[in-house]
């Protein structure tokens, strides 16, 4: 385990107690999910007004069985992990790996059974609790008490495990369940993250505001790959903590299998997020034009038609989400177990697909943008895709 830094115990110190003691914090009230306007998806979980981040999975319009947006599948019909190991060329026997951390808000009650449920239909080995794999801890780093259980984060929760298991199938990996979905508890959740790893992945996001960014410090972890989607709101204002100059923000590409050499093609993910930060200076590796600030994403990975198990929506069935991709792209760092910085994706292009086609704007086009890169994918770096999807280990 790591030990607390002055830098860490600082920014535990703000996270906790900024908005009051954690347990003051508001209750959660659940009321119907939204719907995404270009694809139809269903959001998992509710995203609410004020202080409160949102998870980024999209439960898919279509599933295996091929009923309701909300009926789940017996087995799964959507991209699996010998397709995700395959398009972006990972190691078929993965050498060990190291731990990657998850921040999560809430509690899911049958985590350990869904992801080896998952692991079990890709012939993975099982990540239990028992063989020290999976460790699942509350924002204090405790094992009791538990948060309360939300059915939306329940399914972000497993999606997130799953696709660590996907890319990096040897690591362990250490779940830190925040009180609630609110900015102080889950940037507390993140600190605590980075006590157990070196990589901490976050799968959620929310208004880029001046109260947001008195946290930023609890995702600036020296020494730490902190991984988090760039949202799923496409082309619009930038998400926090996407922004924070040093985490590697994640967007969202589209995967179709193809009779070609790779055996796929790549496409921007349409409700993938990109925007310019109104807080965040510039990054000295990022050189594009338009954006006077820091523009997100960095690099990006399928989000779209992935497969997932997850008892409490009944089965199998298909979702999309930024989410999908930062925690696939936290695995990645997870097996190479490095302590590389955001700066070296920018540094090897030819380690990574160049994403060129797709847009996330309203229109689908690029039009509402002026197809500008900051919303049209293009040669070399884009806002959608970054410097684009990895192509094997080597850019990490």
């Known amino acids: 385990m790591l030990r607390f830094t002055a830098t860490r115990v600082g920014a535990l110190t703000l996270a906790m107690g900024l908005l009051g003691a954690i347990s003051a914090a508001p209750a959660y009230s659940a009321t119907p999910p939204a719907t995404s306007a270009k694809q139809g998806y269903r959001q998992a979980c509710t995203a609410r007004s004020g202080n409160y981040f949102h998870c ?32 972006y060329q990972l190691p ?3 050498p060990a790996g190291a731990t990657v951390a998850i921040a999560i808000a809430f509690h899911s009650p049958t985590l350990e059974s869904d992801l080896n449920t998952y692991r079990k239909q890709y012939g993975l080995s099982a990540c239990t609790v028992a063989n020290r794999c999976l460790t699942v801890l509350n924002q204090n780093g405790d094992a009791t008490p538990v948060p309360e259980n939300d059915p939306g984060w329940e399914v972000e929760e497993t999606l997130d495990v799953s696709m660590v298991s996907a890319s990096c199938p040897s690591c362990r990996i250490v779940v830190v369940e925040a009180t609630d979905d609110s900015f102080n508890n889950l940037a507390a959740a993140t600190v605590m993250a980075g006590q157990h ?7 959620y996001g929310g208004p880029e505001n001046g109260l947001a960014q008195q946290f930023a410090g609890a995702y600036d972890q020296p020494n730490h790959q ?24 994640v967007g969202g590409t589209e995967l179709t299998k193809a009779d070609n050499t790779r055996g796929f093609t790549e496409s921007t993910w349409a409700d993938g997020s990109s925007g310019c930060s109104a807080y965040v200076a510039k990054p000295a590796r990022q050189h594009d034009p338009h954006c006077s600030m820091r523009t997100v994403a960095d690099v990006s990975a399928v989000a ?10 009944g089965g199998w069935f298909d979702v999309a989400g930024t989410s999908v991709a930062a925690p ?69």
């Open 92 to 94: 078929q026997n993965p």
């Open 328 to 396: 696939f792209i936290a695995g990645m760092y997870g097996q190479v177990n490095n302590n590389a910085t955001v700066d070296t994706l920018y540094q090897h292009p030819e380690s990574f697909n160049d994403i060129t086609t797709g847009a996330n704007d309203h229109s689908g086009t690029g039009a509402d943008c002026g197809n500008d890169y900051l919303c049209t994918a293009q040669p070399g770096y884009d806002a959608p895709t970054g410097v684009g999807s990895p192509i094997g280990l080597a850019a990490f």
């Open 226 to 249: 902190v991984v988090v989607s760039s949202g799923d709101d496409g082309f619009t204002k930038a998400s926090f903590p996407a922004t924070v100059a040093s985490v590697i923000a």
């Open 197 to 203: 790893a070196t990589v901490v992945s976050n799968s």
């Open 304 to 313: 779209d038609n992935v497969s997932m198990f997850n008892a409490g929506n």
């Open 56 to 87: 980024l999975t999209l439960i898919a319009p279509r599933h295996a069985n091929g009923k309701s947006p909300q009926a789940a599948a017996a087995k799964p019909d959507g991209l699996g992990v010998q397709d995700l190991r395959k398009a």
